[in-house]
């Protein structure tokens, strides 16, 4: 789908890259079931983002994801209009500017589409924008945050932030909605190496057809901000696991 090679059909990494170098290593590591990110909000502009952007989807075969950087919903316009010049594999973006993005970047990105945790199981909040998250939440029942998903052009759900196993139980309902709804899914922050299995197969389990887990800053050296490439080849270990 969309050309994002999904191992046995049903689960890519998305990783964060500091150097083209990091990130053909994290390609190598993964046998390319990986999109390495980079992040809009790491450039002063559009243009020079574009600029560095096009160099590593020349060396990775375009295995990149547009990020907003950290769910920053400042950056969602930032990231529209780069997609739409390099139109990368895959694309982060806040729930509220999804259509836009999509008519920008075309059909053939992978596009998300961010919600978050509401403490209510069986709703998100999908008032991720950057003037809809200083209001009052606006909180749907899942089912219907994966229809209004759709008709924006998205692929998956990006559900941010996770907090690891904090939000379990809204996570499971999450994932089995995603299943019974046909839709993908990418369960976002603070995901690491101690529970990124089981996350995984909550996801696995429900019957999730696609699944793109984000883990960033726990794999992260703090002293050269590459990506700890040991820990993309345990990650890729335990998909080789458990994916059925």
Same mark, same amino acid.
């Given at each position: @789908?969309?050309?994002?090679? =999904? ?7 998305? %990783? ?31 243009? #020079? ?8 989807? !020349? ?23 780069? #997609?739409?010049?390099?139109? /990368? ?20 990105? =992978?596009?998300?589409? @961010?919600?978050?945790? %509401?403490? *209510?199981?069986?709703?998100? &909040?999908?008032?991720?924008? /950057?003037?809809?998250? !200083? ?5 749907? /029942?899942? !089912? ?5 998903? *759709? ?6 759900? *990006? ?18 909605? %995603? ?18 299995? !089981? ?9 999730? *057809? ?7 800053? #726990? ?17 890729? &270990? ?7």
């Amino acid at each position: @789908m969309n050309g994002i090679n =999904f191992y046995e059909g049903r689960v890519c990494l998305n %990783c964060l890259t500091n150097s083209i170098e990091n990130a053909k290593a994290i390609i190598e590591a993964t046998q390319t079931h990986v999109v390495v990110g980079i992040l809009s909000s790491n450039y002063p502009d559009i243009e #020079s983002a574009v600029k560095d952007m096009k160099k590593y989807q !020349e060396a990775v075969d375009n295995n990149i994801s547009v990020g907003l950087g950290a769910g920053n919903p400042n950056q969602w316009k930032a990231v529209a209009e780069i #997609s739409g010049q390099i139109k /990368p594999k895959h694309i982060n973006q806040t729930f509220t500017a999804g259509g836009y993005t999509r008519a920008k970047a075309g059909d053939e990105p =992978f596009m998300n589409s @961010m919600v978050s945790p %509401c403490g *209510k199981v069986g709703y998100v &909040k999908i008032s991720t924008g /950057p003037f809809s998250k !200083e209001q009052n939440p606006a909180i749907v /029942p899942v !089912e219907t945050a994966i229809a209004m998903a *759709k008709e924006l052009g998205a692929n998956s759900l *990006k559900y941010f932030p996770m907090g690891g196993l904090k939000t379990i139980e809204e996570f499971k309902a999450v994932a089995n909605a %995603c299943a019974e709804n046909e839709f993908n899914l990418e369960p976002t922050g603070g995901i690491d190496l101690d529970n990124f299995k !089981e996350i995984l197969s909550i996801a696995l389990n429900a019957g999730v *057809k696609k699944i793109i887990p984000h883990v960033y800053s #726990s794999i992260i050296d703090k002293e050269t901000g590459a990506t700890r490439i040991e820990d993309i080849k345990v990650l890729y &270990k335990i998909i080789q696991e458990i994916v059925q």
